[in-house]
């Protein structure tokens, strides 16, 4: 069973910009304190992972309002994908040691893999394969959902903190193309890394060890848009990078500072679009999900991959 990418990846023009001052979307009363995971499906509704009060959020974005809650079982989760027919899958891997499969309209869940740790980022690919990055067991683990089992493989890593190329550091954000190639943030190594199908080996495509990139500061975070180029969640450097037929650039939070204000972030940890292009960041630190609206005078296809 082959199922599509269910990220939104809108097509921009090469002179995107973004408003520089953020919307908030939701802030600690609701999400808690140190948000880590976020997730807009095909339809912009938005999912939150709330660590602080083990509880999945699920927000619309029409009118800014809570729609559901999903707590049952859950203790600290990380991270969250929503696939294109609505079943989340949810980190809870830091006290239970497992992912969890919640269906659509379901009061229940399933366990589908077994983990080690935490998972810091969740991903499934389109031949049904679901990756977890297991932050303190600096790997990422894999294994596939066709098949009646919760057991893993390393699709990447050696359990070993080396700055090598088959190695990963605190590995956090995942994202994996439709030609199976795996991008993964590499926190620990500051850089962002690409791993061929089903190879060990990685390439260092944006931060240490890259050039004519971009330098890199603890990055937690890294997705693609329709045309492969890369957007990184610069956490220790609190901005948002992306890429482009002129390389990289700042886009969000550009100062290099922490900061609490509309057009700052303090240590943000993921990021999404929405099928307009608008971006929306964790804003850890200030335990706010933070919007930033696409300026009007840019171009924008709404791309879905399917």
């Known amino acids: 069973m082959f199922l599509a990418i269910s990220y939104n990846r809108p097509t921009f023009d090469p002179l995107a910009t973004w408003i520089s001052d953020g919307i908030t979307l939701t802030n600690n009363i609701t999400v808690g304190a140190r948000?880590?995971?976020?997730?807009?499906?095909?339809?912009?509704?938005?999912?939150?992972?709330?660590r602080a009060n083990s509880v999945i959020q699920i927000w619309s974005t029409t009118n800014n309002s809570l729609i559901k809650n999903i707590t049952t079982s859950l203790i600290n989760p990380y991270s969250l994908f929503v696939t294109m027919n609505g079943d989340i899958y949810t980190d809870n891997g830091a006290s239970n040691s497992r992912v969890d499969k919640w269906t659509t309209n379901g009061t229940g869940y399933i366990t589908v893999m077994s983990v080690k740790a935490a998972c810091y980022g969740l991903f499934i690919d389109i031949q049904n394969s679901l990756y977890c990055s297991m932050y303190d067991n600096n790997l990422v683990a894999m294994t596939s959902l066709n098949q009646n089992s919760s057991i893993w493989t390393i699709a990447t890593g050696t359990e070993c903190i080396l700055p090598t190329s088959n190695a990963l550091i605190n590995p956090c954000g995942i994202f994996v193309d439709t030609n199976l190639n795996l991008y993964v943030a590499d926190k620990g190594n500051n850089r962002i890394q690409k791993f061929s199908s089903s190879q060990l080996i990685g390439i260092t495509v944006a931060g240490s060890g890259a050039t004519n990139t971009i330098t890199l500061n603890g990055p937690t975070g890294v997705i693609l848009d329709s045309n492969g180029y890369l957007f990184i969640v610069d956490s220790g450097n609190h901005r948002i990078v992306g890429s482009g037929p002129n390389g990289f650039r700042c886009i969000i939070a550009c100062s290099n500072t922490s900061g609490s204000s509309a057009n700052q972030l303090n240590s943000p940890v993921s990021m999404s679009f929405d099928s307009y292009g608008n971006i929306f960041v964790v804003d850890r630190n200030n335990s706010r999900i933070q919007k930033f609206m696409l300026n009007s005078s840019t171009t924008v296809r709404k791309y879905l991959i399917f």
């Open 35 to 50: 948000p880590n995971g976020l997730f807009i499906d095909r339809n912009d509704i938005v999912y939150i992972a709330n």
